[in-house]
């Protein structure tokens, strides 16, 4: 290490260059894992308002509680009219930062409950744009460890995490920083009454860009996350130097042995319906996010949601297998109260693909995508996973008493015992196999919900 936690260090295999990068693995957990937690954590936990009819990155509205502290300063905004009606046009948002005192939070049981759902890493907010950082940094008084809080909430979590079993990651997203006067940003700065300090879209200026870069330097030497959460869109540019970051954060990683991922932002906008998982176009980094592409809704806990604005339990799992089958992990979103507590919705949904993952797991973690995702020789949907020649096909709806599958068509080896995946460990199933197909006899419905898994032993993958 080279002078203090925010310095950059010397040497390593990697440099600077996407060249370099680019020969960086994925590393083989990463792969295993499927499921992980995003926690949107926060100062702006405290109002945890948006107007949940509007549009991602709106003129005026968004339908983001995390955006809370860019829309109350605009005067056309919904956000704007609620923050005055229920707090009064002289509360700043610095002022709800008392407010915020997690007095509830215990990282053992967020940890406990992530690992009973079957998640393998998580994901917490080290910083998001309202440049407030949730660790105990060097190089500011303004953040959750001096107030607020007063903990250091990143290593709090990432030690419960880790204690038990899971990899924990750090997002940043200082690159938007709502407040910093210099920095226009992607969407004006509310500050400016006539006009912005700079040019339209103008950038932060080298002071910022150091003390920026130094406290992302900090966060990784402080806490090694395993996963490093770059929501910086077009960070890569010589004026922001994400590269060298990236650069330091897989050389002290590979001195210390351990398999670290990089998402794509650091290189892209990768919002919107800007990322096609299909095409991707030219990308940097271990993985894709492509954040709206499934789900259209990602956002922090919201109070003006009802129980029609989280996804339906069964659309969580259909997804989620969908996902895995095509060769993707799902990093699902939640907010907390501001005193730490999981709302009951968001808990019960964690709870519902806790359970099917209880019965239906090793189709799951651990698995690789199969020679097809998909098949289309069954009336219900089915999605395929493989594992060390067991196959699994996973019906998105239960198809009665009969699953016919296309699978002789994709492989070389016949299909051996089938056997449906229940809460009692597996049922037999009979199999009749012709050309292209194999149609498996099914027994009674079992009691789990959502997706019902049939595996096959002694299938390859040509």
Not at 126 to 152: C, I, N, V
Not at 283 to 292: A, C, K, L, V, W
Request: charged content about 25%; proline content about 8%.
């Amino acid at each position: 290490m080279n002078g203090r936690d925010g310095d950059p260090d010397d040497g390593g295999p990697y440099e600077p260059t996407w060249e370099s990068l680019d020969t960086h693995p994925v590393p083989e957990w990463y792969h295993d894992a499927k499921l992980g937690i995003f926690v949107h954590w926060g100062v702006y936990s405290v109002p945890a308002w948006a107007p949940t009819d509007a549009e991602i990155g709106g003129d005026h509205a968004s339908p983001y509680a995390e955006w809370y502290p860019y829309y109350m300063y605009d005067e056309d905004s919904p956000t704007h009219a609620y923050h005055v009606a229920e707090y009064g046009e002289d509360v700043e948002y610095d002022d709800f930062i008392r407010e915020w005192d997690a007095a509830e939070w215990d990282p053992a049981e967020w940890a406990d409950l992530f690992a009973d759902v079957g998640a393998r890493y998580v994901v917490l907010t080290g910083e998001h744009h309202d440049g407030f950082p949730l660790w105990d940094t060097h190089y500011t008084k303004y953040s959750a460890a001096q107030m607020g809080p007063e903990r250091d909430l990143v290593g709090d979590l990432a030690a419960a995490v880790r204690d038990r079993g899971l990899r924990f990651g750090a997002s940043y997203h200082a690159n938007y920083n709502y407040y910093q006067p210099g920095f226009e940003g992607r969407f004006g700065h509310p500050d400016y009454a006539v006009g912005p300090l700079r040019g339209e879209e103008s950038r932060p200026g080298p002071e910022y860009v150091d003390f920026m870069n130094a406290k992302y330097r900090e966060l990784i030497r402080r806490y090694d996350p395993d996963i490093l959460w770059f929501d910086t869109p077009n960070a890569e540019s010589d004026h922001l130097r994400a590269k060298e970051l990236m650069a330091d954060f897989y050389n002290r990683a590979a001195e210390r042995g351990q398999g670290v991922a990089v998402n794509d932002r650091a290189a892209t906008d990768a919002v919107g319906g800007t990322i096609d998982p299909e095409d991707p176009g030219e990308t940097h980094g271990d993985f894709i996010t492509p954040e709206y592409a499934t789900l259209d809704r990602v956002t922090e806990r919201n109070r003006s949601e009802d129980e029609s604005d989280h996804i339906d339990p069964a659309d969580l799992v259909r997804t989620f297998v969908d996902i895995v089958a095509k060769n993707g992990n799902l990093l699902l979103n939640m907010g907390p109260r501001a005193d730490g507590t999981i709302p009951d919705p968001q808990r019960e949904r964690l709870e519902a693909l806790g359970d099917w993952l209880t019965v239906n797991g090793e189709a799951v973690f651990g698995t690789r995508p199969w020679t097809v995702a998909e098949d289309g020789e069954s009336g219900v949907p089915v999605r395929y996973t493989w594992r060390d020649g067991v196959l699994y096909a996973m019906a998105l709806a239960w198809p009665d008493d009969q699953l016919t599958l296309g699978v002789p068509a994709h492989t070389r080896s016949v299909p051996g015992d089938a056997t449906l995946l229940t809460d009692g460990g597996g049922r037999a199933c009979g199999t009749s196999t012709q050309r292209e197909t194999v149609t498996v006899s099914l027994p009674e419905r079992p009691d789990h919900e959502h997706a019902y898994v049939v595996r096959f032993g002694g299938v390859d993958r040509p």
